[in-house]
């Protein structure tokens, strides 16, 4: 028996395809064909309409018409591209004008792809499978890169602050500065709330907390230090 949950799970997509296009049967037989092949599909008719869906809705791929109502596509575009929420989004161009001129424009406003009416669907969803495949190409790389520069300036803080323990521990005159110190180098490398250091008492039965953040080190009990049980407390 399946999971009513299960059931009104919604169906994993390969992700989200804007059409802006004011051709309302054209705009639905390139929607179904999506669809079709896996992807989620949001419209728009009109280029105004199309930069604030763009701006409301996680989108992967927009496909834009040239000729829109209201804010024509290049407008639509150049403003996408302008406004750092969206301008990563790739862009694929509709149009009917077949000039080099408009082609170049096309692409000057920010168009990765541009397609000439009348075009076949499957040239359409080839361009769209190919676009989108390099957005998230381009996605993964720039986390990956944020990653590593997080990692790096992780690991650089960590040997600046190793770097100054060594050199202030040169200049150590006492115990409780140098137990200071370690307590510090601690807490700053592991970025710790809380830290404790025990040391073995003379007699070599009990750790004894002597430096303690985040808790009153005195409160702390002493714990037993057994040859065959090992520590305890």
Do not use: W
């Amino acid at each position: 028996c399946a999971n009513p949950n299960e059931l009104h799970m919604k169906p994993q997509t390969l992700g989200t395809i804007l059409i802006v296009e004011d051709e309302a049967e054209l705009r639905f037989i390139l929607a179904v064909h999506l669809r079709a092949a896996g992807f989620e599909v949001i419209e728009a008719s009109n280029g105004a309409d199309g930069i604030e869906r763009a701006t409301q809705d996680p989108i992967d791929v927009i496909i834009m018409d040239v000729g829109l109502p209201i804010i024509d596509g290049l407008t639509a575009t150049r403003r996408l591209k302008e406004n750092p929420k969206t301008a990563n989004i790739p862009v694929i161009m509709l149009t009917a004008r077949s000039a080099t001129n408009d082609v170049i424009k096309g692409l000057e406003a920010g168009a990765q792809e541009y397609l000439l009416k009348p075009f076949e669907v499957a040239e359409v969803l080839a361009r769209v499978r190919t676009v989108f495949r390099l957005a998230s190409a381009h996605r993964d790389l720039d986390r990956l890169n944020n990653q590593l520069e997080a990692e790096v300036d992780a690991k650089t803080r960590s040997l600046q602050v190793l770097y100054e323990f060594m050199r202030d521990l040169n200049h150590a005159t006492g115990r409780d500065e140098i137990l200071d110190l370690f307590m510090r180098c601690v807490q700053q490398t592991t970025g710790a709330r809380r830290v404790s250091l025990f040391l073995l008492n003379d007699a070599a039965n009990l750790l004894v907390c002597e430096r303690a953040l985040g808790l009153d080190y005195k409160q702390i009990p002493p714990m037993s230090v057994n040859e065959a049980q090992g520590i305890t407390g």
